[in-house]
């Protein structure tokens, strides 16, 4: 499934609009993370294992999102976007969300 921050695809004209699609997560880091993360915030540097688990949480919204573009018959998402917000203080939700299309090739 071709898949883009633009509103259009070079080489390919949109034929059909399927509508807004979303993948959506929430997430809280495992205790593990937790405890790494609050000794790195004393110490300054790189959160690694909040970056992995953000990076896991990005990448299983973007799947939702492709199924349910899937799941209505499109072949393309334009205008991906994603965005995150604390649910509580411990969880986040990140949303992957565009417009599922049917696209072809210009003649």
Same mark, same amino acid.
């Given at each position: 499934?071709? @898949?883009?921050?633009?509103?259009?695809?070079?080489?390919?004209?949109?034929?059909?609009?399927?509508?807004?699609?979303?993948?959506?997560?929430?997430?809280?880091?495992t205790?593990?993370?937790?405890?790494?993360?609050?000794?790195?915030?004393?110490?300054?540097?790189?959160?690694g294992?909040y970056?992995?688990?953000?990076?896991?949480?990005?990448?299983?919204?973007?799947?939702?999102?492709?199924?349910?573009?899937?799941?209505?018959?499109?072949?393309?998402v334009?205008?991906?976007?994603?965005?995150?917000?604390d @649910? @509580?203080?411990?969880?986040?939700?990140?949303?992957?969300?565009?417009?599922? @299309?049917?696209?072809?090739?210009v003649?």
């Amino acid at each position: 499934m071709t @898949v883009t921050t633009t509103f259009t695809v070079e080489g390919y004209q949109i034929k059909e609009y399927k509508g807004i699609v979303r993948g959506i997560i929430v997430r809280s880091p495992t205790i593990a993370q937790d405890i790494m993360g609050g000794l790195k915030n004393i110490v300054g540097g790189k959160i690694g294992a909040y970056t992995q688990m953000c990076e896991q949480t990005r990448q299983q919204a973007f799947e939702l999102m492709l199924s349910h573009a899937q799941e209505l018959g499109a072949n393309a998402v334009v205008g991906l976007r994603y965005d995150a917000s604390d @649910v @509580v203080d411990s969880a986040t939700e990140v949303l992957c969300y565009g417009t599922a @299309v049917v696209i072809e090739p210009v003649p």
